[in-house]
Structure formats: C-alpha cells, structure tokens
C-alpha cells in the first residue's frame, strides 16, 4: 500500500510542475504496476494546496473536474 501512495503522491507532482493543475476538482488518468494497470486518481486543490486525494482501479467513463491523461487514450 505504501508503494502505491507514493506512486499516486509522485503522479501528483509531476502533473504540478507541468503546470497542469487547476483549482479544484483534479482527475489523473494513468497506469500503474508492471501490468500496466488502469489507475484514476482524484484530487481537490484549493488556494494552491492539496487538499485531499484518492485512487481508483480503472478509468472512469465520467469526467469531474480537469482531466489530466498520463496514460495512452
């Protein structure tokens, strides 16, 4: 488990320093594992900081907020 919150932690901050992240609700689309697995993570961004966070198996078919793709399409 604690591999997979840094993985999600390090996936947030790369989308941040490209500049990618917008107040709010966040969406991150990505892989992850040596599978290659679908992961989706969420977060909440206010007055620049992060506010909360959470993983999904998966991508969801449904968009909330800014969709942030790190993974094929």
């Avoid at 488990?1 to 901050?13: A, G, N, Q, W």
């Amino acid at each position: 488990m604690d591999k997979l919150v840094k993985y999600i932690v390090e996936d947030i901050r790369r989308v941040d320093e490209l500049k990618k992240i917008k107040e709010g609700h966040n969406s991150i689309k990505t892989v992850y594992g040596p599978d290659n697995k679908l992961l989706e993570i969420r977060f909440y961004v206010k007055d620049g900081e992060l506010y909360s966070f959470n993983a999904f198996p998966n991508h969801s078919s449904r968009d909330a907020g800014n969709v942030i793709w790190l993974a094929p399409q």
